[in-house]
């Protein structure tokens, strides 16, 4: 066999792997979003109070702990298929289990959207094809924090 030199398997044999104990501190430092109360606490630490009209996604993995967020603004003409298609393409390239969705909304106005629940049905059935489950939504209005129904059954037309 002839020796080939690929430098990216170099980088991957010369890299330095973290130990046991830098593998299980990481895991047991990461942040679970196990409740409502919970994910508020971190959106409304982490700034979202003041992000009127923004859209935050929180990836988690299969015990909630959170992988990573994504700030998003979605655009009032974008079709729920393409709105989806980009949250779950998110929830993918990090091997999300889950998704909550958190939106800062004014007046309630997206509370009462059927886009949203369009949206919410979609995610439900593409997301479950794939085993990536929305898990919540919360949307903060002018009257504090409000979850959305996401177990709610998708239709089928």
Same mark, same amino acid.
Request: hydrophobic residues 45%.
């Given at each position: 066999?002839?020796?080939?030199?690929?430098?990216?398997?170099?980088?991957?044999?010369?890299?330095? &792997?973290?130990?046991?104990?830098?593998?299980?501190?990481?895991?047991?430092?990461?942040?679970?979003?196990?409740?409502?109360?919970?994910?508020?606490?971190?959106?409304?630490?982490?700034?979202?109070?003041? /992000?009127?009209?923004? $859209?935050?996604? $929180?990836?988690?993995?299969?015990?909630?702990?959170?992988?990573?967020?994504?700030?998003?603004?979605?655009?009032?003409?974008?079709?729920?298929?393409?709105?989806?298609?980009?949250?779950?393409?998110?929830?993918?390239?990090?091997?999300? !289990?889950?998704?909550?969705?958190?939106?800062?909304?004014?007046?309630?106005? &997206?509370?009462?959207?059927?886009?949203?629940?369009?949206?919410?049905?979609?995610? !439900?059935?593409?997301?479950?094809?794939?085993?990536?489950?929305?898990?919540? !939504?919360?949307? /903060?209005?002018?009257?504090?924090?409000?979850?959305?129904?996401?177990?709610?059954?998708?239709? !089928?037309?």
């Amino acid at each position: 066999m002839s020796k080939a030199n690929y430098p990216a398997v170099r980088v991957l044999v010369e890299a330095d &792997l973290p130990s046991g104990d830098t593998a299980d501190s990481a895991w047991l430092q990461r942040v679970e979003l196990r409740s409502p109360e919970r994910v508020a606490d971190i959106l409304e630490s982490s700034g979202f109070l003041k /992000l009127s009209g923004k $859209m935050k996604i $929180m990836f988690v993995d299969a015990r909630c702990g959170l992988i990573r967020t994504e700030l998003v603004a979605t655009p009032p003409r974008a079709e729920a298929d393409e709105i989806v298609g980009r949250i779950l393409q998110a929830a993918a390239r990090c091997d999300a !289990h889950g998704i909550i969705l958190a939106s800062h909304a004014q007046a309630g106005l &997206l509370v009462r959207s059927s886009r949203w629940r369009e949206i919410h049905d979609k995610l !439900h059935r593409k997301g479950e094809a794939i085993e990536v489950f929305l898990l919540d !939504h919360l949307i /903060l209005t002018q009257r504090g924090w409000r979850r959305l129904r996401t177990a709610r059954k998708a239709k !089928h037309i």
